[in-house]
């Protein structure tokens, strides 16, 4: 308890931190507001059919990745991390106003390929934002996978209120109001890092100076990214395919469904604590492993279930591999790329992003073809490969093994 104590103690002293940690909230409570209700949007509100969904999200993705990419370099060399976080936070603002009164499906496409995808560099940009804060705060650099675990929990609990606050909005006032709520939270935003977070220049010293096309050709680099895609991509499917699988196949209800998704919240908060502290002792990519072996277990046992309950218990490994890799491999990536805070924690959201869309296009096709339990067997292969290839992957910084020693 005391190793948990002392980094949020320390956190809460320092006004720069809790400002962040207020960022956090509000970026978080904005994507859990619009997350979980975009695909009913595109195909209940605007009427795509699911094929124009999917290419309509597949647009969206890939431009959020391309200009993140771009920006997130130019906060390590050119720009301050205030003046890129101000930026998405109005472009989220002006997004979401968008989305609140469009339905056009071109002209959806192009707002969301352009204002929502450089909102999306907030989220990169605030871990970065904290990663550099660090040094400020004396933090021991074997102490900072637990400080960024103890930062991304605050985002992850903003998740467990957000979508039922949206659903009660959306009831009372459509897709518009809760659309527009979300506009102000990124409004919120913006005027918060406006007002409180300091103009500090960017980190270009070092490593930084290197050309970003050098950076993407690092192999070691390049074989953590593709993994986590992997990664993504599986829970993305999985994500989508356990509700189907207890109602169709497991004859549940929609209380099941709903007990089943909050079980793994519950148990992820102190998993994303324990996993904190594990990383801060050895080494990092052990437990990125471990997490990912986790993943294996639980999608080959979920293909396995006979009955909605079976799936309660095998929640909490769900919530142990979501601990690890939606928490330690942020920090993961920092270190893979030192002075390129902005760089490497986008090029970690970069893989969500391309997985779950992948997620998205491959799993009508998928579940079609196979049923139910075989794609949870094809989720837990894919985890399996991510396993096999992060162990191939032995080329490590030298200054990596020193710091995990």
């Known amino acids: 308890m005391q190793r948990l104590l002392v980094p949020l103690r320390t956190i809460l002293r320092h006004r720069d931190f809790v400002v962040l940690l207020g960022c956090n909230l509000l970026i978080g409570l904005a994507y859990s507001f619009v997350g979980p209700f975009v695909s009913m949007f595109g195909t209940l509100e605007v009427k795509m059919s699911p094929v124009v969904f999917s290419v309509f999200m597949t647009i969206t993705s890939v431009s959020a990745i391309v200009l993140t990419t771009i920006l997130a370099r130019w906060s390590d060399t050119h720009l301050s991390r205030r003046t890129v976080l101000v930026l998405g936070g109005g472009c989220g603002a002006l997004g979401y106003v968008g989305y609140a009164f469009v339905r056009d499906v071109v002209w959806l496409t192009v707002i969301g390929s352009t204002f929502l995808a450089v909102s999306a560099i907030t989220f990169s940009q605030l871990f970065a934002q904290a990663r550099d804060l660090l040094p400020r705060l004396n933090v021991d650099p074997r102490e900072t996978p637990l400080y960024m675990n103890v930062f991304r929990l605050f985002f992850a609990l903003s998740w467990t209120v957000g979508p039922a606050i949206a659903s009660w909005v959306m009831v009372l006032y459509s897709y518009r109001g809760m659309f527009l709520v979300a506009a102000l939270l990124f409004l919120v935003f913006m ?187 094809i989720c837990g292969g894919l985890c399996a490969v991510t396993l096999l290839l992060f162990f191939v992957q032995s080329r490590r910084p030298a200054w990596i093994a020193s710091a995990t020693a």
Request: glycine fraction near 10%.
């Open 191 to 377: 005027l918060v890092v406006h007002r409180c977070v300091p103009e500090l220049p960017p980190p270009a010293q070092g490593a930084a100076r290197a050309p970003l096309a050098q950076v993407l050709r690092r192999p070691d680099l390049l074989a953590y990214f593709a993994g986590f895609v992997l990664v993504f991509m599986s829970a993305t499917m999985c994500m989508m395919n356990l509700p189907l699988l207890v109602l169709d196949t497991l004859g549940g209800n929609a209380r099941h469904v709903g007990v089943i998704y909050s079980v793994a919240p519950v148990f992820e908060l102190p998993f994303m604590l324990y996993f904190g502290v594990l990383a801060s002792r050895g080494d990092q990519a052990g437990v990125i492993r471990t997490g990912v072996f986790i993943a294996v277990i639980y999608y080959l046992a979920l293909s396995l279930v006979q009955a909605p309950w079976h799936v309660y218990p095998l929640q909490m490994l769900g919530a142990a591999a979501t601990a690890v890799t939606s928490g330690v491999a942020i920090t993961f990536f920092q270190n893979y790329l030192p002075g390129q805070a902005g760089t490497a924690t986008n090029l970690y959201a970069s893989a969500q992003r391309l997985g779950s869309t992948i997620g998205y296009l491959l799993f009508g096709v998928l579940l079609a073809a196979f049923g139910h339990r075989t794609l949870f067997v």
